[in-house]
């Protein structure tokens, strides 16, 4: 059964004269564990949108989207951030860190937010961090760290509390060429070895080298 599943999904938005306006026109698509998806599309296409609402941040309008297993219910917004919390891991080409807290405070407060605290948290953190190569870095504010080692922190707190989903917005967008694959090639490996669905949006032709499946996106519709 699949990890994450949308089915003829859409999305309306309300512009300012009241005109409603369809950003996803039915798109579908569904993941399983242990696999890497990417999806590409021009600016416009409704990939973010889609993200979103794969996400748990916004609800379709219509379809039907299943996250391990819970059916997305519209009409019940305030069950999205325990989905989130429990299901799903974000990564974002911005990193996103609090930059006053180090590494392993970064990583931890994620933990945090998701029920874990104290030592536990900690160690879990740690060993997070150790799985993306960062032992040496822990104590390190986000600016003491380079783009790479900033964007592994923003993964390893994606993965940290072990959810089957991980949502990549452009992770390689602010890294250079070979930072970046190298980035992508220790994603993919962590996803495979942990069993999780690794869906990344991106205009990155590096990522169609390590995607188990290439999908695209074009006037709000998802084809592969």
Same mark, same amino acid.
């Given at each position: 059964?699949?990890?994450?599943?949308?089915?003829?999904?859409?999305?309306?938005?309300?512009?300012?004269?009241? &005109?409603?306006?369809?950003?996803?026109?039915?798109?579908?698509?569904?993941?399983?564990?242990?696999e890497v998806v990417a999806l590409e599309g021009p600016?416009?296409?409704?990939?973010?949108?889609?993200?979103?609402?794969?996400?748990?941040?916004?609800?379709?309008?219509?379809?039907? /989207?299943? /996250?391990?297993? &819970?059916?997305?219910?519209?009409?019940?917004?305030?069950?999205?951030?325990?989905?989130?919390?429990?299901?799903?891991?974000?990564?974002?080409?911005?990193?996103?860190?609090?930059?006053?807290?180090?590494?392993?405070?970064?990583?931890?407060?994620?933990?945090? /937010?998701?029920?874990?605290?104290?030592?536990?948290?900690?160690?879990?953190?740690?060993?997070?961090?150790?799985?993306?190569?960062?032992?040496?870095?822990?104590?390190?504010?986000?600016?003491?760290?380079?783009?790479?080692?900033?964007?592994?922190?923003?993964?390893?707190?994606?993965?940290?509390?072990?959810?089957?989903?991980?949502?990549?917005?452009?992770?390689?967008?602010?890294?250079?060429?070979?930072?970046?694959?190298?980035?992508?090639?220790?994603?993919?490996?962590?996803?495979?070895? &942990?069993?999780?669905?690794?869906?990344?949006?991106?205009?990155?032709?590096?990522?169609?080298?390590?995607?188990?499946?290439?999908?695209?996106?074009?006037?709000?519709? /998802?084809?592969?």
């Amino acid at each position: 059964m699949s990890v994450l599943l949308a089915e003829d999904v859409i999305k309306e938005f309300r512009e300012g004269r009241g &005109e409603t306006v369809a950003v996803l026109k039915g798109a579908s698509l569904s993941l399983e564990r242990g696999e890497v998806v990417a999806l590409e599309g021009p600016s416009g296409s409704g990939k973010t949108t889609l993200l979103s609402i794969l996400g748990c941040i916004l609800t379709p309008s219509g379809g039907r /989207v299943v /996250v391990d297993g &819970e059916t997305v219910d519209p009409r019940r917004p305030g069950r999205l951030p325990d989905i989130r919390k429990r299901s799903i891991g974000f990564v974002f080409q911005q990193f996103n860190l609090f930059p006053a807290l180090t590494a392993l405070e970064n990583v931890e407060y994620a933990l945090n /937010v998701k029920g874990r605290k104290g030592r536990d948290a900690r160690e879990e953190a740690r060993r997070t961090l150790e799985s993306v190569g960062l032992a040496d870095r822990l104590g390190f504010l986000p600016r003491d760290l380079s783009g790479g080692q900033k964007q592994r922190v923003a993964i390893a707190r994606a993965l940290a509390g072990g959810p089957p989903i991980v949502l990549a917005d452009e992770p390689t967008a602010n890294l250079d060429s070979q930072v970046g694959a190298q980035v992508l090639e220790m994603f993919r490996d962590l996803a495979k070895r &942990e069993n999780r669905a690794l869906l990344i949006v991106t205009h990155d032709p590096k990522v169609r080298a390590i995607a188990d499946r290439v999908l695209q996106i074009h006037d709000g519709r /998802v084809a592969a």
